[in-house]
């Protein structure tokens, strides 16, 4: 069975420009969960959709967005892009389960570098 | 002050040591905890994880969890030099579906 996938593994942009991330979660997942992860940082909680819908978010500013399609898979968009965007970007997905035991499972995610 | 605080390390240990890896997070809303374990470059992978007051084993890993002291744990038997990689510890806010990590804890085993 196929795991998290994210596509591109590596994205090169400058600043100002927009950034599309894209994810598939694990076939029967229905929440998808979008982290930051800059140097040094640690994993930011950016974004959570589930049923096609944005859930929770994280202390980030509007020009992170995304959206879930009906399939469940997801993307993240980055508008305005700055130099601090820079990050490996990781998606996880999970069952919609709020139970204590609610595991999410990580992609290989997408090395962002803007310049 | 952070949610979930750990010890950057690196923490080094020998080849067969039993290796100990603290967390102490702040939310008393935290029910869940999560160990993953990242490798240089690569995707957090999934430990461990424990929601109840005690210990947890499962093969060489055993979790730990103290809720009066707000305080997890995770312990490696027979370390490895293949465990060496960065542990991150997680906690999940009931009904957030929101993992909070760490900033992780290198760990270096040595043969």
């Known amino acids: 069975e196929a795991g998290v996938t994210q596509s591109p593994t590596h994205l090169i942009k400058t600043r100002g420009q927009q950034a599309t991330l894209r994810c598939s979660p694990i076939s029967g997942h229905t929440s998808v969960y979008w982290y930051q992860q800059a140097l040094g940082l640690g994993l930011q909680f950016l974004l959570w959709y589930d049923e096609g819908e944005e859930r929770n978010r994280g202390n980030f500013p509007p020009r992170f967005s995304g959206r879930q399609f009906p399939n469940y898979s997801s993307e993240l968009n980055v508008n305005a892009l700055e130099l601090e965007d820079s990050a490996l970007y990781l998606c996880a997905s999970s069952f919609r389960d709020r139970g204590l035991g609610n595991i999410q499972y990580f992609g290989a995610g997408t090395r962002l570098s803007v310049l | 002050q952070k949610e979930v605080e750990q010890n950057s390390g690196p923490l080094s240990v020998p080849e067969g040591a039993i290796a100990s890896l603290n967390c102490t997070y702040s939310d008393r809303g935290s029910q869940s905890f999560f160990w993953y374990r990242q490798y240089s470059g690569k995707s957090p992978e999934l430990i461990m994880f424990?929601?109840?007051?005690g210990d947890k084993e499962d093969g060489r890993f055993t979790a730990q969890l103290n809720k009066a002291s707000q305080y997890v744990s995770l312990l490696i038997r027979d370390s490895q030099p293949s465990d060496s990689a960065t542990y991150l510890c997680a906690s999940l806010v009931y009904n957030t579906d929101k993992l909070i990590f760490g900033t992780g804890t290198r760990l270096q085993v040595f043969p």
């Open positions: 424990i929601y109840s007051n």
